[in-house]
């Protein structure tokens, strides 16, 4: 049974870090591209990181470009966002997705699997 497992939601004041956890079981990690995506209040889906198990390659969208840091430990199944630099705006429930297919990307209708999310929450 294919399974993603995200932890280390919370809140936070504007400026600080969170790290979020992606662990992911039931498939063969390295084939697939792990995403982060997330979703506020009232707004569509969006994506926010994407990274290649198997080669590292990584990819962000121009809002958390130079705040957030995306890597994966192919050992532990998982994947890692690291979130510096919180800003309000950044507040959403975040998933992580794998997709196997279509390559490193955001679209959301190529991912395959999803997690639940876990709640950010950044305080001014």
């Known amino acids: 049974e294919v399974q993603l497992v995200e932890s280390g939601g919370g809140l936070v004041q504007a400026g600080g870090s969170l790290r979020l956890s992606c662990a992911a079981s039931g498939f063969t990690f390295d084939d697939y591209v792990i995403g982060w995506f997330r979703q506020a209040p009232g707004k569509e889906r969006e994506g926010v990181s994407c990274?290649?198990?198997?080669?590292?390659?990584?990819y962000y969208a121009d809002s958390v470009k130079g705040r957030f840091t995306i890597s994966s430990d192919n050992a532990k199944n998982t994947v890692y966002l690291q979130m510096n630099s919180l800003k309000p705006e950044d507040t959403a429930v975040y998933y992580c997705a794998a997709d196997e297919d279509y390559g490193l990307g955001l679209l959301i209708d190529n991912y395959d699997y999803w997690g639940q999310g876990t709640q950010v929450t950044v305080s001014s």
């Open positions: 990274i290649s198990s198997s080669d590292g390659s990584t």
